[in-house]
């Protein structure tokens, strides 16, 4: 195909983007890198940046930011990666349990309260251990396995404290028995591209906090869970987190929109950026009409 005319959405460039940028270069497209920290977002125009891209990624670290800014690339009529809808859904923890029930997904058992008293009655709901979770964030940062009454008023009192909305609203969920990894499975629309289990000693097992990773042999029931999951939020360039359950199947707890891949590009023997790659230029045309572009994502 022709070159596409890429904009990346960013605040730091780390190495997955790099991976992304090399990838995209190698094949004669054309790459705009747009710091988001410098950007002006009119409510009618977009920034020269943003002139004649056909396709904008967005990889913005920061979710608020990432919020906004697929908003107005849409508002723009260029198509983003992922779209507004499947951002707003996947960055709330809230939001995609609810879309992942809606849908039929299994995933773990979950009550969201908005005050002390509520989420105490929450956790007691749920016994001992259980899990307290921020609504919106990601490398395991701020969550809590919480293994006592005494420790649950003392959790909730520090996130009442900190006073952010955010921490207004407690997302509890059940303790999932899994044994000592879980799952990261990177799709674009629900195709599988590569998977990883992430082992730990500690209840957390994200690459972020220093799990180890191997590759993981899809089977059909994964596949199965993560075109499904992917589906209840939209589709696009996403990592599906999964765990395997005591009772010998799966759960979903996570779907992330802004997939850091680096980590499974190194145990892994597929070329994820290339995959990537490939896929985008399944879905996005070069020199489309902007006013009338559409991409799944």
């Known amino acids: 195909m022709g070159g596409v005319k890429v904009g990346l959405l ?3 460039i780390r190495r997955d ?16 890198k747009i710091d988001v920290r410098k950007q002006q977002f009119d409510l009618h125009e977009a920034p020269d940046s943003f002139d004649g891209l056909d396709v904008v990624l967005d990889r913005c670290m920061a979710t608020s930011r990432s919020l906004y800014a697929t908003q ?11 779209a507004a809808e499947t951002a707003d859904i996947c960055a709330d923890k809230a ?13 773990p058992d979950t009550k969201v309260a908005f005050t002390t008293d509520a989420a105490l009655e929450a956790i007691e709901s749920f016994g001992y ?17 919480v293994e006592s009454r005494s420790a649950a008023e003392a959790i909730l009192e520090h996130k009442s404290t900190l006073g952010h909305y955010e921490h207004s609203v407690f997302y509890v969920q059940e303790f999932v028995g899994k044994p000592d990894r879980d799952l990261r ?8 591209v590569a998977a990883m289990a992430r082992s730990s000693d500690h209840w957390l097992t994200n690459a972020a906090k220093g799990a180890d990773t191997e590759e993981f042999d899809l089977d059909d029931e994964v596949c199965d869970l993560v075109q499904r999951a992917s589906d209840a939020v939209g589709g696009g360039l996403l990592g599906v987190d999964l765990m395997e359950t005591e009772e010998g199947g799966y759960t979903v707890h996570e779907v992330n929109h802004t997939v850091e891949f680096k980590s499974l590009n190194d145990a892994t023997a597929v070329d994820v950026p290339a995959t990537v790659v ?19 994502a």
């Open 10 to 12: 960013y605040s730091r």
């Open 17 to 32: 983007e790099k991976l992304l940028l090399a990838e995209l270069r190698d094949r004669d497209h054309e790459v705009v």
């Open 72 to 82: 107005f690339c849409e508002a723009y009529g260029i198509p983003v990666v992922n």
């Open 95 to 107: 939001k995609t349990s609810l879309a992942l029930a809606d849908a039929g997904v299994p995933t």
């Open 129 to 145: 251990p259980c899990v307290l979770k921020p609504v919106v964030g990601s490398w395991g940062r701020l969550m809590a396995k």
């Open 185 to 192: 499975v990177l799709a674009t629309d629900g195709e599988p």
């Open 278 to 296: 490939d896929w985008l230029e399944s879905v996005v045309e070069p020199g489309l009409d902007t006013d009338a572009a559409e991409v799944t």
